[in-house]
C-alpha cells in the first residue's frame, strides 16, 4: 500500500534519516551484529534509499538489491544511490512477489531489511514468506516494525494510511517469524509499550520457540 503525501513527506525528512542512522541502525547491529563480509543484501521498500546506503555504509554489504512499490520512491533512491550504481539494484515491485529483474533466487541473500515496510502490506505473510524464500540459510532478517498498537493511535490515524485490517502486535510479529524458521531468540525489543519491534532473526531450517519480545 502506499503512503500518502504527509508520511512520504516524513520518510525524506532530516528527522526521518537522523533516526535511522543514529538509532535503528545501532540498534540493529547490537542485536544482531553485522552480515559476513562481502555479503549480498535486499532492502524490501527501499524508500528514498537512505536505508540502502546505511546498508552499504554501516552493515558493510557488498552489494545491495532493493525494491519498492512506488516508482517516484525508485526514482529518489535513483538520484540518491548514483555513486553506488555497481553495487546496487533497483526495481519497482513488491516485496511480496520481488520482481524478476532483481534476480532474487532461493537462499541468495545474506541479509534481508525491512525497515518499517511490512505494515505498509495487507497480506504482509507473503512478504514474510518471500524473505525466508530468498535468505540464505543462516542469513539475517533486519527488521524495524511498526505494530497495530501505533496504528490505531490517534496521531497516526489522522496523519497516515495504513491496511485497516490485519495488523500485527509485536507477539504476532515474532511468531509469524518464529513458524518460517526465522529464528529470534533473544535478538528483539519493543519500543513505546509495544508500539514498535525492532530485532535480527536468522533463517534456520526448522521451527523455533515462541516469541520473547523485551520491552
Ligand atoms: C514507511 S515507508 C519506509 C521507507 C524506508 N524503508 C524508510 O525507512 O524510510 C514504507 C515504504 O514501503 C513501500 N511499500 C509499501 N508496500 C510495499 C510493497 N508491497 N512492496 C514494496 N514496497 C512497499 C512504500 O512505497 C514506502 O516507500
Given at each position: 500500500m502506499?503512503?500518502n503525501?504527509?508520511?512520504?513527506?516524513?520518510?525524506?525528512?532530516?528527522?526521518?534519516?537522523?533516526?535511522?542512522?543514529?538509532?535503528?541502525?545501532?540498534?540493529?547491529?547490537?542485536?544482531?551484529?553485522?552480515?559476513?563480509p562481502?555479503?549480498?543484501?535486499?532492502?524490501?521498500?527501499?524508500?528514498?534509499g537512505?536505508?540502502?546506503?546505511?546498508?552499504?555504509?554501516?552493515f558493510?554489504?557488498?552489494?545491495?538489491?532493493?525494491v519498492d512499490?512506488?516508482p517516484?520512491?525508485?526514482r529518489r533512491?535513483?538520484?540518491?544511490?548514483?555513486?553506488?550504481?555497481d553495487?546496487?539494484?533497483?526495481?519497482q515491485?513488491?516485496?511480496t512477489?520481488?520482481?524478476?529483474?532483481?534476480?532474487?533466487?532461493?537462499g541468495?541473500y545474506?541479509?534481508?531489511?525491512?525497515?518499517?515496510?511490512?505494515?505498509?502490506?495487507?497480506?504482509?505473510?507473503?512478504?514474510?514468506?518471500?524473505?525466508?524464500?530468498?535468505l540464505?540459510?543462516?542469513?539475517?532478517?533486519?527488521?524495524?516494525?511498526?505494530?497495530a498498537?501505533?496504528?490505531?493511535s490517534?496521531?497516526?490515524r489522522?496523519?497516515?494510511?495504513?491496511p485497516e485490517?490485519?495488523?500485527?502486535?509485536?507477539?504476532?510479529?515474532?511468531?509469524?517469524l518464529?513458524?518460517r524458521?526465522?529464528?529470534?531468540?533473544?535478538?528483539?525489543?519493543?519500543?513505546?509499550?509495544?508500539?514498535?519491534?525492532?530485532?535480527?532473526?536468522?533463517?534456520t531450517?526448522?521451527?523455533?520457540?515462541?516469541?520473547?519480545?523485551?520491552?
Amino acid at each position: 500500500m502506499l503512503m500518502n503525501k504527509v508520511e512520504t513527506a516524513l520518510v525524506a525528512s532530516p528527522p526521518r534519516r537522523w533516526l535511522q542512522r543514529w538509532y535503528e541502525t545501532p540498534t540493529l547491529i547490537r542485536l544482531g551484529g553485522l552480515p559476513a563480509p562481502g555479503s549480498r543484501a535486499l532492502e524490501l521498500g527501499c524508500g528514498s534509499g537512505y536505508g540502502t546506503q546505511l546498508i552499504l555504509e554501516r552493515f558493510g554489504a557488498d552489494h545491495v538489491d532493493a525494491v519498492d512499490l512506488d516508482p517516484a520512491m525508485i526514482r529518489r533512491a535513483q538520484r540518491r544511490l548514483d555513486g553506488h550504481a555497481d553495487r546496487v539494484c533497483l526495481a519497482q515491485g513488491s516485496a511480496t512477489d520481488l520482481p524478476l529483474s532483481l534476480d532474487a533466487r532461493d537462499g541468495s541473500y545474506d541479509a534481508v531489511f525491512d525497515f518499517g515496510i511490512i505494515h505498509h502490506i495487507p497480506n504482509w505473510r507473503d512478504a514474510l514468506d518471500e524473505t525466508v524464500r530468498v535468505l540464505k540459510p543462516g542469513g539475517r532478517f533486519y527488521f524495524d516494525e511498526v505494530t497495530a498498537i501505533a496504528l490505531a493511535s490517534r496521531t497516526y490515524r489522522l496523519l497516515f494510511d495504513h491496511p485497516e485490517y490485519d495488523r500485527f502486535t509485536a507477539e504476532e510479529f515474532v511468531t509469524a517469524l518464529q513458524e518460517r524458521g526465522l529464528a529470534v531468540d533473544d535478538r528483539v525489543l519493543t519500543r513505546r509499550s509495544g508500539r514498535y519491534v525492532l530485532g535480527v532473526a536468522r533463517r534456520t531450517a526448522g521451527r523455533e520457540a515462541g516469541p520473547t519480545a523485551a520491552e
